[in-house]
């Protein structure tokens, strides 16, 4: 196994190890944290499969867009229940 | 159904797709080995007969420029359904939203966070304008440049400038870039019906593989998604942000 080939092995294990760690969250506060850290190693992911096109999206759409959306999100609908 | 039925129901239709993974894994080309033609092809003709150095970006822009489209109009009817949404809400309160705890102030704006992400928005914006602009050169284009440029507005936000954020961002102007954008990729299609043989038809001049303006329509349908996506996500935050922005200017007087 060449070096590119262990980097993708290792990323892979990573992103599997925080997605199931996203599952694990309960509290969707925390959640969008966690949900966060998945979507930038995402897009290291991607970047070490040589996909820096996709990279680029998951760091804006995954690691920023989601989580905001999903923080403001809850802001809304604690803000409103309160 | 009983507890242990559903456990059983569950348990077969699990095994049955991890078979079904399996068997279709087992089945795709080996890792790094790709051989389908239509990869190849794009490899070995794109540069010369789109003249746009990322191939990322001819295939989006230019062969499947149609689809790009639908993608667009996908993004736009979603940030319409949720201004929408939100804006219908805010009637039904009629009522600005009441400060619950007047007694306590927000906390105090660091400094360093405000110092720094003031600092952090014109290098933001001219980066966002950057990969814009060189979607057709380097990895990047108009979805991710316009998300960056977005982001420019929302650092202000956590900068602690509110009232700056509102003069930055009022809702007219944001409309009309995000709609002149949805419209103008519509327009450049139809420029390929005027000048070439059909909707989307990369018909103007290509220019020299590598300039900054080169490949046709490809930069300019990057231009006009970059605006749409821009002016969409912030108008999207906007909406979301509105509330808190109206409590925590009050407070701040």
């Known amino acids: 196994m060449d070096a590119t080939a262990i980097l993708q092995a290792f990323v892979l294990l990573l992103v599997a190890a925080t997605a199931t760690g996203v599952i694990l969250t309960r509290d969707p506060l925390a959640q969008a944290i966690t949900v966060s850290f998945f979507g930038l190693l995402l897009a290291i992911a991607f970047l070490a499969f040589q996909a820096p096109d996709v990279a680029l999206s998951a760091i804006a759409v995954g690691a920023v867009a989601l989580p905001l959306m999903i923080l403001l999100a809850l802001a809304k609908i604690r803000g409103g229940a309160e | ?25 087992a089945g795709l080309p080996d890792f790094g080995d790709y051989q389908h033609l239509y990869g190849l092809t794009l490899n070995a003709e794109s540069v010369a007969a789109t003249r746009a150095t990322n191939a990322v970006a001819a295939v989006t822009f230019d062969y499947r420029g149609f689809d790009t489209l639908g993608e667009e109009f996908i993004l736009f009817a979603a940030v319409l359904g949720t201004a929408l949404l ?35 928005v014109a290098p933001i914006f001219l980066f966002g304008v950057y990969i814009v602009v060189h979607g057709h050169l380097s990895p990047g284009g108009g979805f991710q440049g316009g998300v960056v440029l977005a982001t420019a507005p929302l650092l202000m936000y956590i900068g602690g400038e509110y009232r700056g954020l509102r003069t930055v961002t009022p809702e007219a102007p944001l409309e009309l870039v995000k709609g002149a954008g949805t419209g103008g990729y519509v ?61 925590r200017s009050r407070s701040r007087k």
């Open chain 2, 86 to 120: 939100l804006r219908a809400q805010r009637e039904e309160e009629e009522e600005p939203p009441e400060d619950m705890a007047p007694d306590r102030r927000p906390p105090h704006d660091s400094d360093a966070v405000r110092e720094l992400c003031l600092g952090l």
């Open chain 2, 187 to 247: 327009l450049i299609g139809l420029s390929g019906l005027w000048f070439g043989t059909s909707f989307l038809d990369n018909a103007l001049p290509r220019g020299n593989a590598g300039d900054v303006i080169s490949s046709g329509t490809i930069l300019a349908l990057n231009l006009a998604v970059g605006m749409a996506v821009a002016g969409g996500l912030v108008l999207l935050l906007t909406e979301f942000l509105e509330q808190t922005l109206v409590l």
């Open chain 2, 1 to 25: 159904m009983t507890s242990r039925g559903r456990r059983g129901l569950f348990l077969t239709g699990a095994a049955g797709l991890a078979l079904l993974l399996l068997w279709g894994t």
